[in-house]
């Protein structure tokens, strides 16, 4: 509430003195839930473990008998989603850990995601975090980045967050905006806007995850634990059949909070580029071999209009 309170006042100000002005999002002052309030286990389901601690955290794990995972109860069409994960130390190589949204379920030929995917390593070289999305089946078209990580992911919890609007997706680490896609007319169905469910997992990716399949899962170093707290699901929710404007009406404020994004502010942009310029090891948008033209959205991502 206060949230919006603050919002719409910070709005008010914004049209009336400083057009154009955007707004920041971040987790900060949004309510989070816990686990048995929003999500349930999508497979391994022993190896999905509550933390004793009301509910706020949860462990998911992967051996030699499973992986696992878990899914939010409800779908959303448009929403900010945040959640703070450790991953796994150590030997880590060809395990994947994954915190995403997607209607794969709901539609099997055109689906859409977006993705956070943590690619495991071998023992005391670093995590690498790759980023992804699909719009309506577009699986033939990749759009993936990968970045180094400025921290270890393995030693503390870190803030991994998406903004997704009906213009925009912004995918942040510890607040800070790593990467901008902007809809472009261009990009058609390849922008998600069917509702979503949002999922995290942790799976063996031995054929690609590591050194591109060289390095597998060794079940030596299991299990392998993947931890998620202070989960933020702020968003309107649709109906499971994943319709478009299903929304339901006490949405409405999250609704137009979610619309006022319209860019990173001019302070964001630089955090976001001095981490790319630093951190970036491959975009789809500079990989000439993959893509001779680069795809509608490579040159609009990050600008506001
Ligand atoms: C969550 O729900 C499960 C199943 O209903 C219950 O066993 C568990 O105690 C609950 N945990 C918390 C932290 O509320
Ligand atoms: C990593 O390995 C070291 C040395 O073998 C061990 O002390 C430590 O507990 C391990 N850490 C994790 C997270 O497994
Ligand atoms: C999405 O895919 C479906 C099925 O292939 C198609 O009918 C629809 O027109 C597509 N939507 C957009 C926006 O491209």
């Not at 006022?260 to 001095?274: P, Q």
Request: hydrophobic share 35%.
């Amino acid at each position: 509430m206060l949230f919006n309170i603050s919002c719409r006042r910070f709005l008010i100000l914004c049209t009336v003195l400083l057009p154009p002005c955007v707004f920041g999002f971040s987790s900060h002052g949004l309510p989070t839930s816990s686990f048995n309030e929003s999500f349930v286990r999508l497979f391994g389901n022993d190896h999905v473990v509550f933390l004793d601690d009301g509910g706020k955290s949860v462990e998911i794990s992967l051996d030699r008998s499973s992986g696992s995972g878990f899914a939010s109860q409800l779908t959303y069409l448009y929403s900010y989603f945040s959640a703070s994960v450790k991953l796994p130390g150590n030997y880590t190589a060809g395990v994947v850990v994954t915190y995403y949204t997607s209607n794969a379920a709901e539609h099997k030929t055109n689906h859409d995601e977006i993705d956070f995917e943590f690619l495991g390593n071998t023992g005391g070289n670093p995590w690498t975090l790759q980023t992804n999305l699909y719009g309506n089946g577009s699986t033939s078209r990749g759009r993936e980045e990968r970045y180094a990580l400025w921290f270890d992911p393995t030693q503390d919890f870190h803030a991994y967050s998406i903004l997704w609007t009906s213009a925009w997706i912004v995918y942040y680490v510890d607040d800070v905006p790593v990467r901008v896609v902007r809809k472009v007319d261009a990009m058609g169905g390849d922008f998600p806007s069917k509702a979503m469910t949002l999922l995290a997992t942790i799976w063996d990716g031995s054929d690609w995850a590591t050194g591109g399949g060289r390095n597998k899962v060794d079940y030596k170093h299991a299990p392998f634990i993947a931890k998620y707290s202070d989960f933020v699901l702020y968003g309107c929710h649709a109906n499971p059949a994943g319709e478009e404007l299903a929304a339901d009406q006490t949405c409405g404020d999250i609704a137009a909070d979610l619309n006022t994004f319209n860019g990173l502010t001019a302070e964001e942009r630089g955090k976001m580029e001095n981490f790319r310029v630093k951190n970036l090891m491959y975009s789809y948008c500079n990989d000439r071999s993959r893509y001779p033209t680069p795809l509608p959205e490579c040159n609009a991502g990050g600008k506001s209009s």
